[in-house]
């Protein structure tokens, strides 16, 4: 999965690969092994070019804020293909909110017909053992559902039509 992650000030492109020989995160084209595991509600324990390190992770309506040791910075991850997890609405059309990695959609929160805000919550996708809600980039009303709680989704799957 391509991606780009929003570090503070600065963007980084990157791409996630899993193999049997284990997953790789490859940043500005250099090859790093890593594993992810959540350990406790807001904890993950992440194996990152043989070194471990523990983190704090809050998901929130900007992105997540992981603390990390010494400090903490909020990182936004985002498909790199420019959609990101909201993409913008088309003129005219519905505004399509999109997986930004591939994952699990856990909870459904809204139903063909709702009237949203603009940033309410739509649904909950489960990604690198993370929970990511995703929101709707306009007020508006819910045009289409396009999944179900516990199904697989791709990086880029369309997943709610909001008009």
Known sequence: MIFEARLGGQVLRGELRA???????????REVPFDLVETADHFVSLLLDGR????????DEEGTLVHFPGGSERVVLGAASGGGASAAPRRGGPARVTAPMPGRVVRVLVAPGAAVEAGQALLVVEAMKMENELRSPRKGQVQEVLVLEGQAVEAGAPLVLVT
């Open 19 to 29: 193999s049997a020989g284990g997953d790789t995160l490859s940043l500005d084209g």
């Open 52 to 59: 471990s390190y523990e983190l704090g992770v809050e998901p």
